[in-house]
Nanobody, 120 residues
Framework: QVQLVESGGGLVQPGGSLRLSCAAS????????MAWYRQAPGKQRELVAA???????NYVDSVKGRFTISRDTAKNTVNLQMNSLKPEDTAVYYC??????????????WGQGTQVTVSS
């Protein structure tokens, strides 16, 4: 029953901002590293940002200084604040997380994806 659900995608003008959220639900014991990936048409899926269980973060070079990943452990959520958006940021953004269920089994999960379109 564990699942990840993204929200916050949409259409925004170049230079604008958007905030993505991803909430994990189900029989969760704990959540490890959470991340955001994106996939543009005709391109491979790439890691955009990740945050570990100890709050260490890393970003793909193209978004450094513009995007910020954060998490709220109590709410089982991860967010991606995207500022100074560029047309090349257009993609389907996917939430990803390592989740340990109450069964104590740990698996990697993917959200359904949310579309982000940056266009004037």
């Amino acid at each position: 029953q564990v699942q990840l659900v993204e929200s916050g995608g949409g259409l925004v003008q170049p230079g604008g901002s958007l905030r993505l959220s991803c909430a994990a639900s189900g029989s969760i014991f704990s959540i490890g590293t959470m991340a955001w990936y994106r996939q543009a048409p005709g391109k491979q899926r790439e890691l955009v940002a990740a945050i570990t269980g100890t709050d260490s973060t890393n970003y793909v070079d193209s978004v450094k200084g513009r995007f910020t990943i954060s998490r709220d452990t109590a709410k089982n959520t991860v967010n991606l604040q995207m500022n100074s958006l560029k047309p090349e940021d257009t993609a389907v953004y996917y939430c990803n997380a390592y989740i340990t269920a109450t069964t104590r089994a740990t698996m990697n999960y993917w959200g359904q994806g949310t579309q982000v379109t940056v266009s004037s």
